[in-house]
């Protein structure tokens, strides 16, 4: 057997230091009776109790936490990531994504709720220090508080490209600068923010810094509501001679980016469970529809064209499941997989592109019309094109890794 994808932390692939706790996967996330139990506990009240929400959600474009919050806490849906210790569920990645896969088939503003605390509380648990842990993740764990991520500026580009700057002041650091589409600023108790510690230094010279709501200087003003996963609030930031101790650097000083690259790995694979879940469930309303939908005297679904259709859904659907069953086990091994994420993600992102477009055409005009979640289906994908980075980024990550040698055979 050929193991060529590089263990985290081995020196001979250019992926920097190995700085992630993994704590959850080295403890093998639940055992197998107890997450069977729980995921049968959630996949069922997602559909009791979110699913019905659909409607509301997207005349409102509103997400009431008042309402969600409560149902996500009584599913433990706030902790999933978290470890056992800070009162988390404790599960490993690979267990965790099935559950992510099922809520991407409600509506897109509860998934992306979801997705961005848990991905983010994954990021804490994984490199905060015992004492930020400890005020932290307790509250995370049981979503009475809530931790959102900020990267993107509107006056910079995607990912490393960065204007915030956070100047040393003795026992503090001074952060400056503008942040947007930063998800769940409604709701978010502290957030990650990425500014240049070391402008000098590229990207070696960013630091990922904890920032509390309500520390003087910071603002947050909401944007305007997206074309679908509606609901979901991601606003604008604005850190003005914001004050926070040295001690909220999560992580490493500096190793911002390289934290960042580590985790998104299996963010990325995040995003490719949310299109499998998104276009299997476009999949079986459309093999519903296809039998009960009468033209010609006949169901739609004894038509070639319609099969084919069909057939070639299935075959993404299968696909895409295959190479998330990959990547997730071999992070779970404690292998890094910048290569398989980027693929998976724009896999993903293609696939539940085409299964939500042949959807629709399965369906006809009504599919156009709200009476079916086809329409909604269709605007929540879109967002997966944006989510952990657009195209063109994952094709760099994967070319760059081939182009160096990366080895990724199994
Ligand atoms: C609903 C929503 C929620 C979001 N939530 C968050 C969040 O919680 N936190 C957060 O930090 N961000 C968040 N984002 C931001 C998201 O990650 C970015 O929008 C995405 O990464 C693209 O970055 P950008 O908008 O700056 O686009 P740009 O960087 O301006 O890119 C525009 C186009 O140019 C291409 N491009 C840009 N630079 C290059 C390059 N060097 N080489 C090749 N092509 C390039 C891009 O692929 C894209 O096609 C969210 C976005 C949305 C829509």
């Not at 005349?59 to 902790?79: C, I, Q, S, T």
């Not at 995370?140 to 700057?165: N, Q, R, Y």
């Not at 990959?326 to 992070?331: I, L, N, P």
Request: aromatic fraction near 8%.
């Amino acid at each position: 057997m050929k193991t060529g994808a590089a263990k985290r932390g081995e020196t001979h692939q250019p992926f920097g230091e190995h700085v992630v706790m993994r704590e959850n996967v080295e403890a093998g996330g639940l055992e197998p009776k107890e997450y069977e139990k729980l995921k049968a506990e959630i996949f069922e009240a997602i559909w009791r109790d979110l699913d019905p929400l659909e409607k509301e959600i997207e005349d409102n474009e509103h997400v009431d936490h008042a309402v969600v919050d409560p149902l996500l806490r009584k599913m433990r849906a706030f902790g999933l990531l978290v470890p056992k210790r800070y009162g988390g569920v404790g599960l490993s990645t690979s267990q965790y994504l099935p559950i992510l896969a099922e809520f991407s088939k409600v509506q897109g503003g509860i998934r992306v709720l979801m997705h961005v605390h848990n991905t983010v509380a994954h990021g804490l648990s994984e490199l905060a220090t015992e004492e930020q842990r400890q005020q932290i993740l307790p509250g995370v764990a049981e979503g009475t508080k809530s931790v959102a991520f900020g990267l993107t500026e509107p006056e910079h580009g995607t990912g490393m490209d960065i204007g915030t700057t956070a100047r040393r002041d003795g026992d503090h650091y001074v952060i400056n600068g503008r942040k947007w589409l930063i998800t769940n600023s409604d709701i978010a108790t502290h957030f990650v923010i990425f500014a240049k510690t070391d402008p000098k230094a590229g990207v070696a010279g960013v630091s990922a810094i904890i920032v509390e709501r309500g520390t003087p200087g910071f603002t947050i003003t909401p944007l305007p509501e997206t074309m679908g996963c509606k609901g979901g609030e991601h606003g604008q930031l604005d850190l003005v001679d914001v004050r926070v101790p040295v001690a909220n650097v999560l992580g490493r000083e500096g190793q911002g980016i390289l934290q960042m690259e580590e985790l998104l790995e299996i963010s990325r694979v995040f995003i490719a469970a949310t299109s499998l879940g998104t276009a299997e469930r476009a999949f079986e309303l459309s093999l519903e529809f296809a039998k009960k939908r009468v033209t010609f005297g006949k169901p739609i679904a004894a038509r070639q064209a319609i099969q084919r259709y069909i057939a070639e859904m299935g075959t993404d659907i299968y696909a895409l499941r295959g190479m998330i069953q990959d990547a997730a086990a071999k992070w779970d091994q404690g292998r890094r997989i910048p290569a398989e994420a980027s693929m998976c993600k724009l896999f993903g992102l293609e696939a539940v592109g085409r299964v939500t477009d042949r959807a629709l055409l399965v369906h006809g005009g009504i599919g156009y019309t709200r009476q079916h979640p086809i329409e909604r289906l269709y605007r929540d994908a879109r967002l997966n094109w944006l989510e952990e980075g657009p195209p063109t980024i994952q094709y760099a990550v994967a070319a760059t890794r081939f182009l160096a040698g990366y080895e990724w055979h199994v």
